[in-house]
Each structure stands twice: as C-alpha cells, then as structure tokens.
C-alpha cells in the first residue's frame, strides 16, 4: 500500500471501530478486567475478619502486633496485542481474510484502551519476532499500532505461538490483559501458554476461515501449504475426503478449545464468512458479568 492508501485505510478503521467502542463497547471493556489488576496500597492495624493472608509478617514483628497489607484495585491497564502475522492468516474465501479481521479487532482493542486512558502495546509476530511496540498511551500511539498491523511485510511465514509468548514474558514485567490473536495454526505452545497466563490476563482470539473445515465439491483442486510452500491435490468430488476434511477441522477447532480451557484462558472465536461484531459484543459482556461476580 502507497503512504496516502495506509493513511485512508487508517482513517476508515478508526472510524468504524471508534463507532463500535462508543455504541456498544463502553460499558463493558474497563469492568470486563475489574479485580484482576491490585496493587499495594499501604499497610494498616488487623482487624477480626481479615483475611489471614494479608498479613505483612515484617511489619507485624516490629510493630508487635498484626499489621495487614491493603491493595486497590489498578485503575489502568496495560493491554498487549499480540497478533499472528504469518502466512496463514492471509487466507480468506469470503469477503475477507483472517489478517483483515485481525486488524479490525487490533484496532477495536487498541481504542477501546485509549479511551479508557490504558496502555497498549503491539507485538506483531510469525515463526520469530516480527514487531514490538512497547505499551503507551494516547491516540497517536493507537495509530501507531493500527499502521504496524496494516503495513508490516514478515520476513517468516510460519507460526511460533511459544516464542511470541516467552518473548512477551521477557519485555512484558508488570501483569497486562494479553489479547493473542492468531488462526492458532502451531502445536507445542501450551506450556508456555500456562506459564504466561500465571501472570497475565489472557484472552484468545481464534480467527478461521470456513473453508477450513467445509470443502465445496468440485473436483480435483491444487493446494499449497502458505506457511511452508508444500503443494498437494486434493479430491473434493469424494465425498469420503470432503468428510475427512471436515472432521480434521473439527477436531482442530474442540482441541483448540479443550487447550485453552485446561489453561485457564478465556477463547472467542471469530470466523471471515460472519460479522464478527455481536461475537465479540457478547464475549465482552460475558466477561463483563463474571468479573463483577467475581468482585462482589
């Protein structure tokens, strides 16, 4: 894209997202998170009925008597978008591909936390490291974001979910909302994937295609892996392959979301062929109500 098409492309994702944070979004971005985020606060005198594990056992010993620790809930958050860019995600039958999508969620998020005043950073990555932008705040910033996402050109085009994920561990030091949005097209992540979610929010954004799991019937079709350069032939007419196809898919999509529910991580799946706006609406009310629930 020439600088004049980012700058329009830019433009019209702001507009679109900023309507869709405004009208349907306020509400439920800041309290979907409440009571994950505490930091200390100071120390006061134990009074019956405290939890026993807030004492501060050092300042009990020199005081002579129970002391407790008192936490507030943080007021901002630091959000983190951590974006698959690898050749996958450039597949799409429909109107759209599943980078596109990305992008749009990429950029409902990073406004979202701009209008909350939060911080958002950009980790953009493939089988490496592609782009990492560290947390700021501000509208500037947000677009600065929104850029990277639409104009970067990775130099890989594998998937290396766990190497995102231990890179983001090493640069990321106080606990962020994680979004990690990816079609997830990688194996042997999950125990980075518990190790981060012990100290961040994570949430999974899985972004597939329906071509994915359901192939049309017309005959012989020649296929090639995007991340790897393999290419195939594949008989779509056989109706036992086309039930093939279709049961790998699903089996992908159940082992995806038994993996993320053993880890303790919230999944939201958004599809090209659909609108993704009312999934996403409901997933952020959802959480929404089990954070003040978890709260009260």
Not at 17 to 31: C, F, N, P
Not at 64 to 81: A, D, Q
Not at 207 to 214: A, G, H, K, Q, W
Request: hydrophobic residues 40%; contains cysteine; aromatic residues 8%.
């Amino acid at each position: 894209m020439t600088p004049r098409e980012v700058i329009r492309k830019v433009r019209r994702l702001e507009i679109r997202t900023r309507r869709l944070v405004d009208e349907s979004l306020a509400g439920s971005y800041h309290s979907m998170f409440r009571g994950r985020g505490m930091e200390f606060s100071e120390v006061r005198e134990y009074c019956p009925g405290d939890d026993v594990r807030t004492i501060d056992w050092n300042v009990s010993a020199r005081m002579g008597h129970p002391f407790v620790k008192k936490f507030t809930e943080e007021r901002e958050l630091t959000v983190v978008l951590v974006v698959d860019v690898s050749g996958s995600s450039d597949f799409g039958t429909g109107p759209t591909t599943k980078m596109a999508i990305s992008a749009e969620v990429a950029a409902l998020l990073a406004f979202s936390a701009t209008r909350n005043n939060d911080r958002v950073g950009l980790l953009l990555f493939t089988d490496r490291v592609e782009r990492f932008l560290p947390p700021r705040k501000g509208r500037e910033h947000a677009l600065r974001v929104l850029r990277e996402v639409l104009t970067i050109e990775p130099v890989g085009r594998g998937t290396g979910i766990g190497a995102a994920l231990e890179f983001l561990q090493r640069v990321v030091r106080k606990r962020a909302v994680v979004f990690l949005i990816s079609d997830f097209q990688d194996a042997g992540y999950e125990r980075t994937l518990r190790v981060v979610v012990r100290k961040h929010d994570l949430v999974a954004v899985s972004v597939s295609d329906p071509r994915e799991t359901l192939l049309p019937s017309c005959g012989l079709v020649s296929v090639i892996d995007p991340e790897t350069g393999e290419v195939g032939l594949l008989d779509s007419g056989s109706s036992a392959v086309r039930r093939a196809y279709r049961e790998f898919g699903e089996r992908f999509r159940s082992a995806l979301a038994q993996g993320m529910r053993r880890a303790g991580v919230d999944l939201l799946e958004l599809g090209t062929g659909e609108p993704y706006e009312l999934p996403l609406v409901r997933f952020f009310r959802e959480r929404a109500r089990r954070a003040r629930r978890h709260g009260a």
